[in-house]
C-alpha cells in the first residue's frame, strides 16, 4: 500500500456505459494527477491538479471527465469509451504543485471497453 | 517520451550489476527521478537527484549524473530476480508542473 488508493482495481465497460474511477490519499499532498498508460505506449499525462485547481488539462477527449472535490480525492468519470480507451490508468499525488520530491503512484485502475 | 530516452530492455544475471541509462534533452532539469514499475502495480519512486549533486547512493542503488552530457543512470548492484521491473526515467524543470516520463527499461534479471 503507497499511500495512494485506486478504485477499482479492475473494470470492465461497455462503450455506452458511465463509470468512475477514484482515488485517494491521505499524504497531505496538494497535487494529483491521472496518467494513462497503455502497452508499447509511454506513460500520458491526461490532468494536474494543485489545491484542487486543475492546472493542466493534456488535450484528453472529452468523454474523459475529472473531478477533485478536495485535495484528499481525485475521480476520472468515464462516459462513451472507445476500445482504444482501454488501459492501465494511474492516478498520483506530490507533495507540492510539482512534484520537486517525486510522486506517489497509486496501483492503478486497469479498464478494459468492450 | 522523445524528452527523456531511455534503451527498452536490458538483461543480467542474478548477482551481477545492472546499468540503466538515461538522456534528457532539457539542460534546465532540476530535478531527476527512477521509478519502478511490478507486473499489476503503480510506479514507486525508488531515488531522486538534484541537478546540482553528480552523485547519489542509497544502499544497492547508486545514481549517476553527468550534466554536461545530460545523461543519467541508475546501477544496482549484486542484482536479485526481485528487482525485474521496469525502470523510468523522469526529470522535471523548476517551475514545472509536471515530470516528464521516459518510456521504461524492462530489466530482466536471469537465475
Known amino acids: 500500500e503507497t499511500g495512494v488508493t485506486q478504485t477499482p482495481r479492475h473494470l470492465v ?10 482515488c485517494e ?8 494527477y491521472w496518467y494513462k498508460q497503455s502497452a508499447k505506449k509511454p506513460l500520458e499525462l491526461m ?23 478536495n485535495s484528499s480525492h481525485l475521480f476520472l468519470h468515464l462516459h462513451t469509451l ?25 496501483s492503478g485502475t486497469r479498464l478494459t471497453v468492450v | 517520451g522523445e524528452d527523456v530516452e531511455q534503451s527498452l530492455f536490458l538483461s543480467v544475471r542474478e548477482g551481477d550489476s545492472s546499468v540503466i541509462n538515461c538522456t534528457y534533452t532539457d539542460s534546465s532539469s532540476t530535478y531527476l527521478y527512477w521509478y519502478k514499475q511490478e507486473p499489476g502495480a ?3 519512486l525508488l531515488t531522486y537527484i538534484f541537478s546540482n549533486m553528480d552523485m547519489k547512493q542509497d544502499q544497492r542503488l547508486t ?18 530476480t526481485g528487482d525485474s521491473a521496469i525502470y523510468f526515467c523522469a526529470e522535471r524543470r523548476t517551475n514545472a508542473g509536471k515530470s516528464t ?3 521504461g527499461t524492462t530489466l530482466t534479471v536471469k537465475p
Open chain 1, 13 to 22: 465497460m461497455g462503450m455506452t456505459n458511465k463509470k468512475s474511477l477514484k
Open chain 1, 25 to 32: 490519499q491521505h499524504l497531505g499532498h496538494n497535487a494529483m
Open chain 1, 47 to 69: 490532468f494536474v491538479y494543485s489545491l484542487e485547481e486543475r492546472v493542466e488539462n493534456n488535450s484528453v477527449p472529452s468523454r474523459f471527465s475529472p473531478e477533485c472535490p
Open chain 1, 82 to 106: 472507445q476500445p482504444e480507451d482501454s488501459a492501465l490508468y494511474l492516478c498520483a499525488s506530490s507533495q507540492d504543485g510539482g512534484g520537486d520530491y517525486g510522486y506517489t503512484f497509486g
Open chain 2, 42 to 44: 503503480g510506479l514507486q
Open chain 2, 63 to 80: 545514481v549517476l549524473l553527468n550534466k554536461k552530457d545530460k545523461h543519467l543512470s541508475l546501477r544496482i548492484a549484486d542484482t536479485q
Open chain 2, 101 to 103: 516520463f521516459g518510456d
